[in-house]
């Protein structure tokens, strides 16, 4: 399968500061890049994504960059709060079909209040 | 609300027995997905199935099999489950990519299975 490296994988702010997780990927085919969160006992979920046309995109405190050339794409998290604490994920839609989701091996996030 | 439905929180089962896993999702996707998440290693993709009685192997197949007899329905099937094969399994959904323009084709994921193999 494709490779997506994330680091780091395990971070530590206090409430207020900001976070930020980076991946890199090796299929120069993926053309969309989704982040996902996932809390104890849950399953993972959507809370943002880029598509390759675009190089940066922002929603409230998050926000991810994109550079496609460098194969680089990171996650910024602004004024983080305590339920931001949990296990976020990259991925990047590509494979042999242009329809696999291949996932980073995650980053637990803590918050301290 | 888009749902992706899987039939058990948790499973414990032998050493050699037959173990399925039920995903059901409601939202008309083309694309189902089962995986495998243990610590450290992140999410892998066990099997990827692109249409009904449609499927494709992921990064690590061995020991699984899958059957997709309707669009909604995707199974992974464990047929002589060992004590490696003791983690949590998420299943999930997608629409087909229809290019790069085209909006809500994320994968939503099922609130996972946890299986322990004694």
């Known amino acids: 399968g494709e490779n997506v490296e994330q680091h780091p994988s395990t971070l530590s702010v206090q409430e207020g500061d900001s976070a930020v997780i980076k991946c890199t990927y090796s299929?120069?085919?993926?053309?969309?890049f989704p982040w996902y969160k996932q809390e104890l006992g849950k399953g993972p979920q959507l809370i943002i994504d880029i598509r390759s046309n675009v190089g940066e995109k922002k929603d409230q405190r998050i926000a991810v960059t994109l550079n496609k050339t460098a194969k680089h794409f990171s996650l910024h998290i602004t004024e983080t709060q305590p339920e931001d604490s949990a296990v976020y994920f990259c991925a990047i839609r590509g494979g042999n079909t242009g329809n696999q989701f291949y996932f980073g091996t995650g980053t637990s996030l803590t918050v301290i209040p | 609300d888009v749902k992706v439905t899987q039939s058990s929180r948790y499973l414990v089962k032998r050493t050699g027995e037959k173990v399925f896993l039920e995903c059901v999702q409601d939202m008309d996707h083309e694309n189902m997905f089962w995986y495998r998440q243990d610590p450290g290693l992140g999410l892998r993709l066990i099997y990827f199935s692109y249409d009904v009685k449609m499927k494709e192997k992921g990064d690590i197949p061995e020991g699984y099999s899958v059957s997709r007899e309707k669009k909604e329905r995707f199974s992974l099937i464990l047929e002589s489950a060992s004590t490696n094969q003791t983690s949590m399994y998420l299943c999930?959904?997608?629409?087909?990519?229809?290019?790069?323009?085209?909006?809500?084709?994320?994968?939503?994921f099922g609130q996972g299975t946890r299986l322990t193999v004694v």
């Open positions: 999930a959904s997608s629409p087909r990519d229809r290019g790069p323009f085209r909006l809500n084709t994320e994968a939503f």
């Open positions: 299929d120069s085919a993926s053309n969309y």
